[in-house]
């Protein structure tokens, strides 16, 4: 006996981790309270049909949300995106969330940068947080 409801079951599969994939990611980070750059590794939204990827990023009074184009160009694998570089400047500690609908594929922190700064599928995102 056949079973008739795999093509539904696969089809409900797929469109459920669709769904899942193009809801994006999202990454707390609370920064030591010293000066010093910080740094979030975001590839780009793979989704079908995305031709963007949406960066958002709350932290205290700083508020910033950009849209990117895909920077796929000549990056047609897994790794394209972003790297996020914003300057800690105050020497607080307050909690940093950063919303994607791509992929964080190093959730932000404070030090030294990440090697993909120097790749040439990364684009450098800076945001200069102003309070």
Wanted: hydrophobic share 40%.
């Amino acid at each position: 006996m056949r079973n008739t409801h795999l093509p539904a079951i696969f089809t409900q599969s797929f469109l459920l981790l669709g769904a899942l994939a193009a809801s994006g990611a999202t990454a707390s980070f609370t920064p030591p309270a010293e000066q010093g750059t910080i740094y979030a590794v975001i590839n780009a939204d793979r989704s079908a049909g995305a031709q963007t990827t949406s960066i958002g990023v709350d932290w205290g009074p700083f508020q910033r949300n950009v849209g990117r184009s895909n920077p796929y160009g000549n990056c047609a694998g897994l790794i394209a995106g972003y790297v996020l570089v914003i300057q800690h400047t105050k020497p607080d500690a307050n909690p940093l969330t950063l919303s994607t609908t791509g992929t964080i594929v190093r959730p932000p922190y404070q030090g030294i940068a990440p090697p993909e700064i120097h790749h040439a599928c990364y684009q450098i995102e800076k945001m200069l947080a102003r309070s």
